[in-house]
């Protein structure tokens, strides 16, 4: 009996045949680009913006133009908050701007908790008119026309001051004093001035005077 005969037309693997399953530069059919992935600074944005949503939406609940809470938004602002806290970010003024946008959306969440315990056991709750995201854009604290600090040491004013001091720093980016170290020299301003002149805060502006930076401090009533 003859030895059957391999089929000419057909490639042998054994020969460097072409593989099943893979495309002319070996790569896998359908295969995609993976995205790059966005930059501390950037993923810091997008979590300042949904924070702001989210209390813009909640507002919208309360105030009765929505029909359920905006739950699913605050569950995925804490996802991105550990994933963030886990990212190990190394500018001190990422890290600082990170603290500080945690600690506003958890003075919303408890403002909001508030809230809606009071409309379930009948105390009333106040009709806020719903907030539009320019309006709240519009509000955010600016470090060179002035920013008010309580004696509570408001996250978002202590961050724009920081933040303002990081922009316009001769060392690149990043204020020479620690956050720490600058929150805690406020803190100290905001309680001598408040002695010295028994004002409720005192406002805070960034200033040039002679190519120095300077932090001008004046007290006011509220």
């Known amino acids: 009996m003859n030895p059957r005969k391999p089929n ?7 020969n460097g045949g072409v593989r099943a399953g ?13 995205p790059a992935r966005p930059s501390a600074a950037q993923q810091l944005d997008q979590l300042a913006d949904a924070i702001e949503k989210f209390k813009v939406d909640f507002e919208r609940f309360l105030a009765g133009a929505a029909l359920i809470p905006p739950e699913d938004q605050r569950m995925k602002l804490v ?12 500018a001190s003024a990422e890290q ?11 003075s919303y969440t408890e403002l909001f908790n508030r809230r809606l315990r009071d409309r379930e056991e009948g105390r009333g709750v106040r009709h806020l008119r719903p907030a ?14 002035g920013v008010v600090v309580t004696d509570r040491l408001e996250p978002d004013a202590v961050e724009a001051l920081y933040q303002g001091l990081a922009r316009r720093s001769d060392s690149g980016g990043s204020p020479a004093m620690e956050p720490a170290a600058f929150r805690g020299y406020l803190a100290q301003q905001v309680e001598s001035i408040r002695l010295k002149t028994g004002c409720d805060a005192v ?6 005077e002679d190519g120095k930076l300077k932090l001008k401090a004046k007290p006011v009533s509220q």
């Open 8 to 14: 000419p037309a057909l490639p042998n693997p054994g």
């Open 79 to 90: 996802r991105d908050l550990r994933e963030l806290r886990g990212a190990n970010l190394r």
């Open 22 to 34: 893979r495309g002319a530069l070996g790569a896998r059919p359908g295969a995609v680009a993976v």
């Open 132 to 145: 539009h995201p320019a309006d709240a854009a519009r509000r955010q604290p600016d470090a060179a026309t």
């Open 96 to 106: 600082f701007r990170l603290a500080s946008l945690e600690a506003r959306f958890n």
């Open 203 to 208: 406002q805070f502006r960034i200033a040039t």
